[in-house]
């Protein structure tokens, strides 16, 4: 186990509350309320990606973050609250919603997708943006990432996949889509994990790992 992360009044990298972590060239980083990103770079050890930018008043983020280097991250979240780091300082994105931001994927097509309110889907890099899919649900995408030629998109109604401006539900068995829930790409595979089980994908197909309600019935009849 290791310590919390530092934070809070200005003695620390972080903020506040811990709203997501990821790898990014290598390294673990983290982002949180209000407006903070950090880097670990060693046991207990973070330091912050900034300067931060001004942590700003009232709800705002960051939710969520995503980076094609270490010098070109781009973090969401509040009402259409987007910045970019350049790897020297922090920027405002002039971004045309002021709508949730829950999630952001920078992908390998050069673009930049991020998931708002009611799974609605913005495309763009830097100040030009467009709205590609006007969302209808209840829940904002929580998990964007890129794998293979898409971005795979997760919430827990289930599973998404985008490809270039169309933003579709999968068409997977739902032994796999019912293991909505985080998302993580490495050593090409991607990890999928929810409230119901776990799912892998080698870049070809998807295999099950495991469904609690198996595993429940398992345990029932032991």
């Not at 983290?30 to 009232?58: H, M, Y």
């Not at 993580?184 to 099950?208: F, I, P």
Request: aromatic share 12%; net charge neutral; hydrophobic share 35%.
């Amino acid at each position: 186990m290791e310590s919390s992360i530092p934070g809070g009044k200005g003695k620390g990298p972080s903020r506040g509350v811990v709203d997501k972590i990821k790898p990014l060239n290598g390294f673990l980083y983290g982002c949180g309320d209000p407006r903070s990103v950090f880097k670990r770079t060693g046991v207990n050890q973070w330091q912050e990606i900034g300067p931060l930018p001004p942590a700003g008043k009232g709800e705002v983020g960051f939710r969520d973050f995503d980076g094609f280097s270490e010098s070109d991250i781009y973090a969401t979240g509040g009402r259409g609250d987007v910045w970019h780091y350049d790897g020297h300082a922090w920027s405002k994105i002039s971004f045309p919603s002021n709508m949730w931001l829950e999630s952001v994927c920078c992908g390998q097509d050069g673009f930049v997708y991020i998931g708002a309110q009611s799974g609605t889907v913005f495309r763009g890099r830097g100040d030009q943006w467009k709205l590609i899919h006007k969302g209808d649900l209840s829940l904002a995408f929580k998990d964007m990432v890129w794998f293979g030629d898409r971005v795979y998109a997760t919430n827990d109604y289930g599973l998404w996949e985008i490809q270039g401006e169309s933003v579709q539900r999968s068409n997977e068995p739902i032994e796999i889509t019912n293991c909505a829930g985080n998302l993580s790409v490495a050593d090409g595979v991607m990890l999928m994990a929810g409230a119901y089980g776990a799912a892998l994908h080698d870049g070809r197909s998807w295999t099950r790992l495991f469904s609690l309600a198996d595993l429940a019935k398992q345990a029932r009849s032991a």
